[in-house]
């Protein structure tokens, strides 16, 4: 189906992949319906408390040949980056099979990266033109980002990844000495190592852009409301519009844009997606006395550390486990040492302190799912970024505009197919890949 003339398309999600397409599609010509059930730039998102990394570098699936064989170390660990909860370990089974199968041969791996590659290559200046349309050009800064390791044989021992990130195209290079005491002056001496990502960029308030991306849709014609999609309407293959909390919107196509939520939606449209929480946390120190000019994500911790309206944050760790149970506040803890650790400065002090936890939204093979539903051609899907959607979101939005015209997408949408899951989904019950829409319960920080 092709909708080049502009049509009325309903964006189910206002995080950074559903307002990222809404300002494509109402630059050219749709008009748009944002709906989601908080204010844009609220922290109920996980496009609000990630770790501000916008990396061409990030094109590294999380599975990895011989992860299989630290599960029952994840289990038992509780301050180590990646864990699984064991109360979900029944039902995430099958998702976690198929995440250690995705990583499971280098091959593999450097498939996924050269599909990752087609997002992410030119993320930065991608995310320097949408903050500049919306007015926020200032939230994108491209210093570059810093990978620190402890010495030079800590990188050497991974340096098989770096070496398939060159293959990708990424441009990055030692920075030792000198250049590393004056990029991060603060960052410990114990850290001798490390690896500039040259093209890199970060954005230095996710949640304040949200907001002034739905300002400037706002402004641009489009309407954003409050509201909890309940239902995609189709009958005969057509779509009839979205039961929403706040009654019926007719439309004529839909993007599912809704993160952690999105795979009842994904059924409803014909398509049965093993989406799973890999949950992760921040913790922000407000009054903190370092200030990261270039972020810098400490690769024995594997935690990005940004400094966020004035705030040192620490965004990271892996938690596989259901997106309603309660938060582990221990795991904010565990990011809270490696802070202290990294920046001996923070040590002996006691900081002003806030915590949050949130839902990546990702698919065992690490890539996001991007085109047209199974069941119905006016919907298409745009969900499942996992560690990548803030640095993914523009380019997935060029794809959907694509696909909404009828052009042919000028970045290959194959490797993002929902159909890849097909052997999967029939091989499992309903748990792995639900269809009831289920709320998630809120607030996820420790205080207002
Ligand atoms: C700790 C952590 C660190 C991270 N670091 C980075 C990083 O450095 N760089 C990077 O690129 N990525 C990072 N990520 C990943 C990134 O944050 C996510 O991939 C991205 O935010 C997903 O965006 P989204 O718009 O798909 O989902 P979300 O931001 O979760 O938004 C989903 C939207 O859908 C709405 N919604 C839900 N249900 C419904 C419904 N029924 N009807 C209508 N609307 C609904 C929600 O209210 C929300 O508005 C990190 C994630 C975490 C948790």
């Known amino acids: 189906m092709s909708i080049s003339h502009p049509r009325h398309v309903a964006v189910i999600g206002a995080g950074i992949v559903g307002l990222a397409v809404a300002e494509r599609l109402v630059a050219e010509g ?20 990630n770790g ?27 301050a180590g980056p990646v864990s699984i909860r064991l109360r ?13 199968r995705a990583g499971s041969r280098p091959d593999r791996v450097a498939r996924i990266a050269q599909a990752l590659r087609l997002l992410l ?23 570059g980002l810093l990978y620190a390791f402890r010495d030079r044989a800590a990188f050497e021992a991974e340096r098989a990844g770096w070496r398939l990130r060159a293959e990708c195209g990424v441009a990055w290079r030692a920075c030792e000495g000198a250049e590393l005491r004056a990029l991060a002056p603060d960052l410990s001496p114990a850290c001798r190592f ?37 239902a995609i309407g189709i009958s005969g293959g057509q779509l009839r519009g979205l039961s929403c909390a706040g009654g019926f919107l007719a439309c004529d196509a839909a993007v599912i844009a809704a993160g952690i939520a ?55 760790q892996v938690e596989i486990a259901a997106p309603e149970a309660p938060p582990n506040w221990a795991r904010a803890e565990v990011l809270l040492s490696h802070l202290e650790r ?49 640095a993914s979101a523009p380019a997935t939005a060029e794809i959907v505009a694509d696909l909404l015209a009828g052009r042919p997408p000028a970045r290959d949408p194959a490797p993002f197919s929902p159909r890849r899951f097909r052997r999967f989904s029939a091989r499992q019950k309903s748990d792995a890949c639900p269809t009831q829409i289920r709320q998630l319960p809120g607030p996820r920080k420790d205080r207002p």
């Open 88 to 100: 979900d370990l029944p039902r995430l089974a099958p998702w976690l099979l198929a995440f250690l």
């Open 342 to 390: 990294t920046y001996p400065v923070l040590s002996g002090r006691s900081h002003d302190l806030r915590r949050w936890m949130g839902c990546r939204p990702s698919l065992p093979d690490g890539k996001p799912v991007i085109g047209r539903a199974s069941g119905c051609a006016a919907v298409i899907h745009a969900f499942g970024h996992g560690h990548v959607g803030l």
């Open 194 to 230: 490390a690896i500039l990502v040259t093209g890199g960029a970060w954005c230095a308030d996710p949640g304040g852009y949200l907001a002034a991306l739905a300002r400037f849709l706002g402004a641009a014609g489009a309407e954003v409301r409050c509201d909890r999609v309940e």
């Open 121 to 143: 290559h030119d993320a930065p200046a991608r995310h320097a033109a949408l903050s500049a349309r919306a007015g926020a050009a200032d939230l994108i800064r491209a210093t």
């Open 30 to 49: 749709h008009r748009v319906t944002v709906l989601a059930p908080d204010p844009p730039g609220s922290d109920r998102c996980a496009s609000y408390g």
């Open 52 to 78: 501000a990394f916008i990396s061409p570098a990030s094109v590294l699936p999380l599975s990895a040949p011989g992860l299989w064989r630290r599960v029952p170390a994840m289990l038992l660990d509780p």
């Open 262 to 316: 999105s795979a009842p939606l994904a059924a409803q449209a014909g398509d049965r997606v093993p989406l799973a929480a890999e949950r992760g946390y921040h913790v922000e120190i407000a009054d903190a006395p370092v200030s990261l000019a270039v972020p810098i994500m400490p690769q024995d911790g594997k935690m990005a550390n940004v400094s966020i309206r004035g705030a040192l944050r620490a965004a990271g």
